[in-house]
């Protein structure tokens, strides 16, 4: 599927969400080789592609507290990195997102993340308003220590809200079993070029999600 994808301020942004607690975890070393394959892509130059790696773990995120103050005003009250972080998933062209599985889901802290997106919900939902004025596209990367396929359903079913709020095309995931301990995913060499191969054929104008 082919989106006309038109750059923001001359520079296609793409926003790296790393959602893992684990520094060089197995879901993080993932994203980093999609990212060393978009630097290696014919088409990247830092004058047109602009990259934003979001460590959640490292992030103030104050759990959604149901206050329903977005409602009145389409804007979230509380004051802390969500603020930041509104702005960047607002301005992407592209965003990538990481997260192990932990009791079927995704982590806690990006779940945090996830939950705060609620003035996006309400914005589309009872404001009937659209503040992002462009076709994205978005990719989720996720491993899991069981075997199960299924595994992975309930993270892809939050994936598929979260993209669907913020108006991002949900291109293609990225999920690998039986990767529990950190550095696992080193030994699968199908599933590192997968997503370095991925990084390396974006087509920063026609996002063709291949």
């Known amino acids: 599927m082919k989106n006309d994808i038109k750059k923001t301020n001359n520079k296609y942004k793409i926003v790296a969400i790393?959602?893992?607690?684990r520094i060089s975890g197995n879901t993080a070393t993932l994203m980093d080789y999609f990212l060393?394959?978009?630097v290696e892509n014919t088409g990247y130059s830092k004058?047109?592609?602009r990259i934003d790696s979001l460590l959640i773990k490292d992030k103030n995120i104050t759990p959604?507290?149901?206050c329903r103050d977005c409602s009145k005003t389409g804007k979230c009250i509380i004051a802390d990195d969500m603020q930041e972080i509104y702005k960047l998933l607002i301005e992407a062209d592209f965003i990538a997102v990481a997260s192990p599985v932990y009791f079927t889901s995704v982590s806690g802290y990006l779940k945090a993340m996830i939950?705060?997106?609620q003035r996006f919900w309400v914005l589309k939902n009872e404001h009937n308003k659209n503040i992002i004025k462009k076709t994205?596209?978005?990719i989720f990367i996720s491993t899991a220590g069981s075997g199960s396929k299924d595994i992975f359903n309930c993270s892809m079913k939050i994936m598929r809200s979260f993209f669907n709020i913020l108006f991002v095309d949900y291109l293609k995931d990225f999920t690998f079993n039986s990767i529990d301990k950190r550095g696992d995913i080193l030994n699968d060499e199908k599933a590192i070029s997968a997503l370095f191969e991925f990084g390396r054929n974006m087509d920063?104008?026609?996002?063709?999600?291949?």
């Open 47 to 49: 004058d047109i592609v």
């Open 64 to 66: 959604c507290r149901g």
């Open 204 to 210: 920063f104008n026609n996002m063709d999600g291949k």
């Open 18 to 21: 790393y959602g893992s607690p």
């Open 36 to 38: 060393k394959g978009i």
């Open 136 to 138: 994205r596209g978005g």
């Open 115 to 117: 939950d705060r997106c």
